[in-house]
């Protein structure tokens, strides 16, 4: 999830857009980002190159026509910051997170004329104006129009089902926290999170409304702001102590049903499909792989399986135009896919998985090598299906 951002900002999610983020991180020298100007493969995106320091986020142009975009982000050192975003109003469209010094990535969208902000928390100077111009002719997919609408329709219908049965499961979930019912709640706690996990980066959409639904302790500027599912997850398994926890089991019923009010009437692009599972696949590797994530209730396996169920949905409902425009890719991620969900099943414990403890070093590292080993072909598919 995206962390808490300057007090300036407010505070942003997981948010984004849908997980308008395509891109796996590259372990690649720290430096500028490469290009020099804005420029598009054959056809393809226009490339604007952004470099990431302690002092800001610096675009190497503050101005591209409307059309496909890839932003290219390199961390140049910045040991403050970690993440870039591209803001419209109060809506983050697109970023990428978890960029340490020396580390790369990109996201991919397709942008109509009018200012954005690109925004890096934690920087001396956290937002740069962009601009983005009407053009003479917007380059269209060389996919039918027909294959993606469909996609993004289908994935509109997806996210508002997941986000009805959520409300559901978290109803019951809290309505056990409100009765002082430990036991009851620690076993509804899990399921409740599964359709969170999987519509994430739908969530992160909306400016402060993932962080006060799945922010961590660390993420939080002040205790009476740690709040949502895992403030009651430490009351479960830290304390086995419900005590209190009404407002804040009732403020969660509250968000949820605030996200299910703002997915109703949402609509996606294809990139915003592509770049949300690979945003997904981001979060498995940087906080279910980790342990970070549900640090005290230990079911990390749980929310992994569900980050990759959200990335599959997302992946098949595109996986007929990306087969049309790129057959050899649409053939690697099937496969690499299929690898990471034999690899979490060998953990696999009744109804759940084993809690994340009980793996060894060895075993998350195989986890991990999995996870990304898929992010690396899945963070290509946004660029390889728009403005080309």
């Known amino acids: 999830m995206t962390r808490v ?19 796996a991180c590259s372990g690649g020298p720290s430096g500028p980002a490469a290009s020099a100007a804005p420029s598009g493969g054959a056809g393809g995106p226009v490339v604007v190159a952004v470099t990431l320091t302690d002092a800001g986020c610096v675009p190497d142009t503050s101005s591209v026509t409307a059309g496909a975009v890839t932003f290219r982000v390199a961390n140049d050192g910045g040991d403050a910051v970690s993440e870039v975003e591209l803001m419209e109003g109060d809506r983050i469209l697109g970023e990428k997170e978890n960029l340490a010094p020396g580390l790369t990535g990109t996201f991919t969208l397709e942008l109509q004329p009018g200012d954005y902000v690109l925004a890096c928390p934690g920087a001396t100077t956290p937002e740069t104006t962009f601009t983005v111009t009407p053009a003479a002719s917007v380059a269209t997919s060389s996919v039918t129009d027909t294959s993606l609408e469909e996609a993004t329709d289908a994935y509109a219908a997806y996210v508002r089902d997941e986000v009805g049965q959520l409300v559901t499961a978290t109803g019951a979930f809290t309505d056990a926290v409100i009765a002082g019912d430990v036991e009851r709640a620690k076993a509804l706690y899990g399921p409740a999170r599964v359709f969170y996990e999987r519509i994430e980066p739908v969530a992160e959409r ?19 702001e740690f709040t949502g599912f895992h403030r009651l997850e430490q009351a479960l398994w830290e304390t086995g102590d419900v005590t209190g926890m009404t407002p804040i089991a009732e403020r969660l019923v509250a968000d949820i049903g605030r996200l299910r009010d703002l997915v109703a009437t949402e609509t996606y692009q294809p990139a915003q499909l592509a770049n949300g599972a690979a945003e997904l696949l981001d979060e498995i590797a940087a906080s279910k792989i980790t342990g970070e994530e549900e640090r005290y209730s230990h079911l990390d396996l749980l929310d992994f399986e569900a980050n990759l169920e959200g990335a599959r949905a997302a992946y098949d409902l595109l996986r007929p135009a990306l087969t049309s425009a790129a057959p050899d890719l649409a053939a690697s991620l099937d496969e690499r ?18 809690t994340y403890t009980a793996l060894t070093a060895d075993q998350t590292r195989a986890l991990a090598q999995g996870v990304d080993a898929l992010a690396e072909p899945l963070s290509e598919v946004a660029a390889r299906l728009v403005g080309s």
């Open 5 to 23: 951002r300057s007090a300036a900002r407010g505070v942003g999610g997981s948010a984004i857009l849908l997980g308008l983020v395509v891109a």
């Open 206 to 224: 909306f400016g402060d409304l993932d962080p006060a639904i799945d922010g961590r302790a660390d993420d939080a500027a002040s205790p009476a």
């Open 337 to 354: 896919f299929a690898a990471v969900e034999a690899d979490l099943g060998r953990y696999r414990s009744g109804d759940g998985f084993v």
